[in-house]
């Protein structure tokens, strides 16, 4: 197996994907081997080399460096014999490892001294690399191969690289363990799908039979899955049978074979296959099916009534439309057992109830009675004529009434008077008969009304006038006898002169307001004015008239600091009844200004100087949406204030915005904001919501006919150019203690970088963008636009021309360690995180314009050098890329760089991320 060369010389060898072994550094991520303790000392003089990089604290202080041993060093050099691959110019002809051709076929030395084939053939056995000399000795590097793969390594896809790496543990897959046990890259392969009870179609399906025995049963043809088996019923345990034929109940019946396993009609399953008598094959049972009657005797054994045997309620019964049985049929009087009670015409039906006209007193019923056969009616009493006394002889209900009229003996006329004298009145008045309390009574006859005659009035009714007044001086008949000179003089002074009424003036205390010579008016005099007090004060028959009103804040309750019209100049105050009244507008005070009287409108309803206290949020400010759920309205989020709706109520005058009046209009953003308003936040192209025109149209680069990968490194939606944002990567699942923030992953520019993130959330966050974790291979298509790229650098140069392989001094391509200084003016190399895309670097960006139709604002494919390392998956494994600030090593940086492998709970400061995608997620 044949494998590329690679420029970095010594890699420490990785230890379980965790653990790195390198002179005494041991870390959870990685280092190279020279991070410790260590001293490189040259043996010549010139400018300084660098010490070894080691990430994350791996132990040791530090490497340092004492003189150079570098090939542009100054000093005078010294002949040491032969030039030999090792770095230094051993034979002062100004050039460094100059070998012989010869020289450069060894393993360590393939073409060229940097190309060790010990450090490409990773996972090979040493034993087994080899090298396959070099058409171009010294300029071109030799083929390294490998023969064999070292312990626990594989190559599975013949490729020549022992990529990867299993511990066999069986010579087959054949248990369900999801481990691949043979190591030959497929997990469980030969596990018995078909047959197996315990993995049927698959791993872990197990038929389990409630008890009973299961089996697993394929159907059809091709390679056995949960789409072609099934789980069926191989047995069932003593007792227990499979009444239903499903296998999801198993055998859920229990059931005890009785009479030998024969159907009969007992209420039992006899042959316990889950059907009860009837329900069953009663063939064998032989009181089933035979000709019988309801019941030996009467009607009931009439051949009309005749029946067959059937099997009901576990009992063997006499069936049939015309069967009846005893006292099926009620008893009648008519000399058959209608009832099958072995007796004829006993205690029939129809006899035995009442009879006759009326059971009203004085009459009764009879009661029916059955006699040879037929019903009589026996003991009735009849009624009779209605009369006076106090009895309902009519037996109607209505005692001395006939038809609601009086009996004949109480109508007509009774005690009636004589004829009254000629011009003359009579008191008296013939009566009516009536019947009451069972005797007849006169009722509505008048008697005399006195023992002597009144004016003009027989009042003793006994035909004669007599004892008459004196017309001429009788002040109560003046004149006649209709006139009473008193009547109408109310407490006037009057009298009687020659049959007329003289008025001689009004009592004291009294008035005549009519000036009718009557003095009905009593009054006393208090004031000639008036006062609101429900008096005549001046006794002119008019009350409280001409009174002065009050202001309202004097009598109606109104609060001195209500200034409102409704409470001032629209209240009227008025004298009614003796008190001052006060009306108001309507709708306010109805309850004389208290505080219940306050609702919410456009009123001071209670005034007390306060408009619509009773809702206490009144004229504050409020969202269109107030009380729902996030996202709530989003960007289309309006603000208003609270204003009345109803009387104990308000309403918030803000509505939800329509986006496209919104300055972004509806484009939805990676910015965790809900900017077209459908309640869905960063709706993603594989998940587009309601409104499938407008979702997170990340920005992209397409550098492959189906593979496009984030323009710049990963960011939180809420990050800026001074804070990476917040928020946790786990969507479907996180450790424990861990929430699940569910938080996008977006591609833009100027923002703070996404660092301390887990694989499992890289692969978590991605994948809920529509994409995935980048793979290692995908990284390094990103990073070389041509293939002679060493490093996503600008600028690319055309076919066959390599790019920025390295860096310059003063040009600022990307933010390496050694490459970027934050404050070149401060002493030593100041490092740190920049936003994405920094314009203070020059040209970080692989350049990808002109290719894969990637347009201006996709050509340009930031920081896949430096700034933060980038996590990316090899099969299983997780890797990081690019180099980060913090690196000391630009060759750590590289596309081809593969070394660092971390777990994946691992996080750190230097580490970020971007996503891939097999489909442009911006459709």
């Known amino acids: 197996m044949a494998l590329g060369p690679l420029k970095i010389g010594y890699v420490a060898a990785i230890l379980g994907g965790l653990l790195f072994a390198a002179s005494g550094c041991q870390t959870e991520a990685y280092c190279f081997i020279d991070c410790g303790d260590e001293t490189t000392t040259g043996t010549t003089s010139g400018t300084g080399g660098t010490g070894g990089e080691c990430l994350f604290d791996c132990g040791g202080t530090g490497g340092t460096t004492t003189g150079s041993g570098a090939s542009t060093g100054t000093g005078p050099c010294t002949p040491s014999g032969a030039e030999v691959c090792d770095g230094f110019d051993n034979d002062c002809n100004g050039k460094v490892d100059d070998v012989p051709d010869g020289e450069l076929t060894t393993v360590k030395t393939c073409g060229t001294c940097q190309n060790n084939c010990y450090d490409v053939a990773l996972n090979c056995k040493p034993s087994t690399v080899g090298c396959e000399p070099s058409p171009d000795p010294g300029m071109v590097p030799g083929e390294c191969t490998c023969g064999e793969c070292a312990t626990d390594y594989f190559d599975l896809d013949n490729n020549g690289t022992c990529e990867y790496f299993c511990q066999k543990t069986a010579n087959d897959d054949s248990v369900c363990n999801k481990q691949d046990d043979d190591c030959d890259g497929v997990k469980d392969e030969d596990v018995d799908l078909c047959n197996d009870p315990q993995n049927c179609g698959k791993c872990g399906r197990t038929c389990s039979v409630v008890h009973g025995s299961g089996d697993c049963v394929k159907s059809g043809g091709g390679a056995c899955t949960e789409a072609n088996t099934a789980c069926s019923i191989l047995s069932c345990d003593d007792g227990w049978f499979d009444a239903d034929g499903l296998y999801a109940t198993g055998c859920e019946y229990p059931c005890t074979k009785t009479n030998n396993g024969v159907e009969i009609c007992d209420a039992l399953d006899n042959d316990c296959d889950g059907e009860i008598d009837a329900a069953d094959d009663l063939s064998a049972d032989n009181t089933v099916g035979v000709m019988c009657f309801g019941d030996p005797n009467g009607l009931c054994a009439t051949a009309a009534h005749q029946g067959v045997t059937e099997c009901t309620g576990g009992q063997v019964l006499c069936s049939g439309a015309n069967v009846i049985v005893e006292n099926q049929v009620p008893e009648t009087c008519n000399g058959i057992d209608d009832d099958c009670d072995g007796v004829a015409d006993d205690s029939p039906s129809d006899a035995g109830g009442s009879c006759g006209v009326s059971a009203i007193f004085p009459c009764s019923l009879g009661v029916k009675v059955c006699i040879n056969g037929a019903v009589q009616c026996f003991g009735a009493v009849a009624p009779t004529t209605e009369v006076c006394n106090g009895v309902d002889d009519d037996c109607d209900g209505n005692i001395d009434k006939t038809g609601n009229m009086q009996p004949a003996d109480s109508v007509g006329t009774c005690n009636v008077p004589p004829a009254a004298p000629m011009g003359a009145t009579q008191p008296c008045q013939a009566g009516m008969k009536a019947c009451q309390g069972g005797q007849v009574v006169c009722v509505g006859s008048v008697g005399p009304t006195a023992a002597n005659d009144l004016c ?20 109560t008949h003046c004149g006649n006898c209709a006139t009473n000179c008193q009547a109408s003089a109310v407490h006037a002074i009057v009298s009687c002169v020659n049959g007329m009424c003289q008025n001689l003036g009004c009592e004291n205390g009294y008035y005549d307001l009519d000036n009718n010579g009557s003095c009905e008016y009593a009054c006393t005099f208090v004031s000639q004015q008036e006062a609101c007090n429900g008096a005549d004060d001046d006794c002119d028959g008019q009350v409280d008239e001409g009174v002065v009103a009050p202001s309202p804040t004097q009598v109606c309750g109104v609060s001195p600091s209500a200034v409102s019209a409704e409470c001032t100049s629209g209240v009227t105050v008025s004298c009614m009844n003796g008190n001052w009244q006060c009306s108001f507008p309507a709708g306010v005070c109805p309850g004389g200004c208290s505080a219940n009287d306050e609702i919410c409108d456009t009123l001071d309803n209670d005034c007390d100087g306060v408009l619509n206290e009773n809702v206490s949020n009144f004229g504050k400010p409020c969202a269109s949406d107030d009380g729902l759920p996030a996202p709530g309205h989003g960007a289309c989020k309006t603000t208003g204030t609270f204003v009345c709706n109803g009387p104990t109520a308000v309403s918030c005058t803000a509505v939800k915005a329509d986006c496209a009046t919104l300055p972004g209009g509806c484009t939805e953003t990676c910015d965790g904001v809900d900017n077209d308003c459908d309640g869905l936040v960063d709706e993603t192209f594989n998940a587009k919501g309601s409104n499938a025109a407008n979702f997170v149209k990340p920005v992209v680069t397409k550098v492959a006919a189906a593979l496009w990968t984030y323009t710049y490194e990963a960011s939180r939606p809420s990050a800026t150019n001074q804070s990476a944002g917040d928020g946790n990567g786990f969507w479907t699942s996180a450790p424990v203690g861990e929430t699940l923030d569910k938080t996008p992953a977006c591609s833009a520019a100027n923002k703070i970088p996404w660092f301390n993130v887990t694989p499992a959330e890289v692969q978590q966050t991605c994948q809920q963008m529509g994409g995935a974790m980048c793979t290692v291979a995908q990284f390094q298509t990103a990073c070389k636009p041509n293939a002679a790229c060493i490093y996503g650098y600008n600028p690319r140069g055309g076919a066959g021309s390599a790019c920025a392989t390295t860096s310059v001094p003063v040009t600022k391509f990307c933010n390496l360690g050694l490459s970027f200084d934050f404050n070149p003016g401060l002493a030593g190399d100041q490092d740190g995180l920049l936003p994405t895309a920094s314009a203070s670097l020059s040209n970080c960006w692989a350049d990808w314009s002109a290719l894969q139709g990637n347009v201006a604002a996709t050509s340009k494919l930031y920081d896949l050098t430096g700034n933060l390392r ?45 996503c891939c995608f097999t489909s442009d997620p911006t459709l």
């Open 870 to 914: 980038e996590i990316v998956s090899e099969g299983a494994n997780f890797k990081t890329m690019g180099g980060a600030f913090n690196a000391d090593s630009e060759a750590g940086a590289s596309c081809n760089f593969t070394f660092y492998t971390v777990a994946s709970t691992f996080k750190f400061f230097d580490t970020g991320f971007r």
């Open 456 to 475: 003009g009035d027989d009042s003793n009714c006994d035909g004669a006038l007599t004892n008459q007044p004196n017309f001429m001086s009788d002040v």
